[in-house]
């Protein structure tokens, strides 16, 4: 079946400018992430959906970032007057509920880049 | 303390070779434990999941120490196509989220 999906794969954006990256999880999944990942580095904790729970942010590193997920799928990062600290490989996971629930699976990323 | 930390190597092995990693994890509570394989400029994927006490999937075995708290990854007969980091995962059980160690890199060579 089809997996993860995120959009754009790829973004040049100018410093001061806002983007907004889209994550499509797998059908079914009811958990959704978004970690980040600079070259070299390992996976950043960003933000984690639940359900209709309210979301875990406390890994978002600022203000600038936000989520939402409308719908119960499809969400979008949002980072607003980026700065170069920004750029990095954004990735979005998803997964099952319950005892399995816990094996997530990637998307590709967005490779986002603050000129 | 990080939660969950590996070596970040690189481990060089020749092919053929069996090659060990181990992860340490630090919260007790901790139920669930994943391996997980990165090609460079790639998303991770899921190897394997560890619920129990391990887990073997053809040359892969991952074993779980609790006592210890720690994990490992074993490979047998290394090849070529294994070369990548290895990132290691560590759920507590509850409504919450994994935590990832930074990840161990493995080249094998000729």
């Known amino acids: 079946g089809a997996g993860v999906s995120q959009s754009p794969s790829n973004k040049v954006t100018e410093k001061g400018k806002d983007v907004e990256l889209r994550c499509d999880p797998i059908?079914?999944?009811?958990?959704l992430y978004w970690y980040r990942q600079s070259l070299g580095q390992g996976l950043e904790f960003l933000i984690y959906?639940?359900?209709?729970?309210?979301?875990?942010k406390s890994g978002l590193p600022s203000d600038r970032f936000s989520a939402e997920r409308t719908g119960g799928s499809v969400s979008t990062l949002t980072i607003q007057r980026t700065q170069q600290e920004d750029s990095a490989v954004y990735l979005c996971?998803?997964?099952?509920?319950?005892?399995?629930?816990?094996?997530?699976?990637f998307g590709p990323g967005t490779r986002l880049t603050v000129t | 303390r990080k939660e969950v930390e590996q070596d970040p190597g690189p481990f060089n092995v020749p092919e053929g070779a069996t090659v060990a990693f181990n992860c340490t994890y630090s919260?007790?509570?901790?139920?669930?434990f994943f391996w997980y394989r990165q090609d460079c400029r790639k998303e991770p994927k899921l190897l394997m999941s560890?619920?129990?006490s391990g887990n073997e999937d053809g040359r892969f075995t991952a074993q779980l120490n609790r006592a210890s708290q720690y994990i490992s990854l074993l490979i047998r007969d290394s090849k070529l196509s294994d070369s990548a980091t290895y990132l290691c995962?560590?759920?507590?059980?509850?409504?919450?989220?994994?935590?990832f160690g930074t990840g161990t890199r493995l080249q094998v060579t000729l």
């Open positions: 995962a560590a759920h507590p059980g509850t409504a919450s989220k994994l935590t």
């Open positions: 996971a998803s997964s099952l509920a319950g005892i399995r629930g816990y094996e997530q699976y």
């Open positions: 059908s079914g999944h009811t958990a």
């Open positions: 919260n007790s509570a901790s139920q669930s």
């Open positions: 560890v619920y129990s």
């Open positions: 959906f639940q359900g209709n729970s309210a979301p875990d």
